[in-house]
Each structure stands twice: as C-alpha cells, then as structure tokens.
C-alpha cells in the first residue's frame, strides 16, 4: 500500500476557512489525480495533472484549486468558495503514457469535516 | 462527456453464492474498463479490468464481461466469501489522451455467512 501519502488523515474546518490537503508520492509517477467521494455517488475528479506546472479541471472543480511545483507532490486546497466541502478525499496517481491503461495507485484519503 | 451508471448499490448474497454487478456506460469511445474494490476504510485497488476488443476475462473467483454494442459490461464473483465484502466500482476511460476515469456509484456487497 506505500508509495502515495495523504496527509492528514482527518480534518476539520470552520466554514469560511481555507484548507489544504497533502499528497505525496515517490513512485516516480508522471500524473496525479485527486477526487471526492461521497456515498452513492463514486469518486468524481476534481483536478489532475500530468507533467510538473501543469494541472487541468475534472467534473467538480469549482471550488478547489491545486499546484503541482513537484512531481512528487500535488495538494489540493479547498476554499470557501466550496458549497458543500465536507467529503471524503482521494488522491492517485500513474504513470503516463498512449495506448494501455496507466493503472491509478490510490493514497489512504482525507475525510474532510466542515463544521 | 462519459456517464456509467452502476447497480445494484447494495448487494446481499450467501457465503459461497454468486454475486453480479452491472454497468452501462454511454460513450462509445470508451475502450478499456477497470473494476476496483474498496474494503472499509482503505483505498481503491483495481482488481479486474477488460479492454474494448475482449468479452470476457477472468482471474479466478471473478470475471468481467463486455457487451460493446449495447455498452454493458459487469463484475461477476463466484464462492463468494466473506473477505469479498466490499464496495466495487466500476469505471470507464478512453486509453487516448488524458485518460480521466469515469467511475460508477458503487455497489457495497455484503456477504452474509
């Protein structure tokens, strides 16, 4: 299960409040991904990136914003802007490449608790 | 863009039963389907998949099929046994470009002993 770190495992946050998630990786993977999980609805993507200083939007990226200075690191910040922040948080990663499916490792998550 | 619908979302069966769980997806481009399995409070890990040019696979208990035409595919476990409890999610991609995955809703089975 090693190889992508999140941190921190649990975290709470007053609304109006900014936050930010770690996740690190030292898989050497080219791309990463975070997603939101809710129950009932599977595991959306918020934002992926798959070169270092380049990051596009998923489905749900309103909301959050992301980095990714380092390949081995990708954090995700949700604002205030965020309506309904509380979530379970999932980040992956892969490596990169055309024609076969770059199979995505998932970190332990972030269970994310606005109160 | 993709959508892939998942049912059941919760799924009962005996130790030693069979258990099914289906997808459809909507864009035909798709061409490659992974499954994962998420035990309580750990991470997604992928278990199975099938590419668009395979209708069946299999890998011991478990086995995927793919109808392309009518753009179903589903999750076949047989003897299930209790470390099978779990949460499956199905997935789309198009193994060109990006490579987002889609995910279905999820289907928490539970096998009962």
């Known amino acids: 299960d090693g190889g992508i770190t999140q941190s921190p495992k649990y975290l709470f946050r007053k609304e109006g409040q900014n936050v930010t998630l770690s996740c690190e990786q030292n898989?050497?993977?080219?791309?990463m991904y975070w997603y939101r999980q809710d129950p009932g609805q599977g595991l959306r993507l918020i934002y992926y990136?798959?070169?270092?200083?380049?990051?596009q939007k998923g489905d749900i990226a309103e909301g959050y914003s992301v980095s990714r200075e380092k390949k081995e690191s990708f954090p995700l910040t949700v604002t205030s802007a965020q309506k309904n922040p509380t979530a379970f948080y999932l980040c992956?990663?892969?490596?990169f490449g055309q024609g076969a499916y770059n199979e995505q490792f998932f970190g332990p998550g972030t269970r994310l608790t606005v109160l | 863009g993709e959508n892939v619908e998942q049912h059941p979302s919760t799924l009962s069966v005996q130790e030693g039963d069979s258990a099914v769980i289906k997808c459809t997806y909507s864009?035909?481009?798709?061409?490659?389907f992974p499954w994962y399995k998420q035990e309580l409070g750990k991470r997604p890990q992928l278990i199975i998949d099938?590419?668009?040019?395979?209708g069946e696979k299999k890998d011991q208990r478990i086995a995927v099929t793919l109808n392309k035409t009518a753009k179903h595919f589903s999750l076949h476990i047989t003897e299930t046994q209790p470390e099978d409890s779990a949460v499956y999610f199905c997935?789309?991609?198009?193994?060109?470009?990006?490579?987002?995955?889609?995910f279905g809703q999820g289907t928490r089975l539970t096998i009962n002993p």
């Open positions: 992956a990663s892969s490596t």
């Open positions: 898989l050497n993977h080219d791309a």
């Open positions: 990136s798959q070169i270092v200083n380049d990051f």
């Open positions: 864009d035909s481009a798709s061409n490659y």
């Open positions: 099938i590419r668009s040019n395979v």
């Open positions: 997935a789309a991609i198009l193994i060109q470009g990006a490579q987002k995955l889609v």
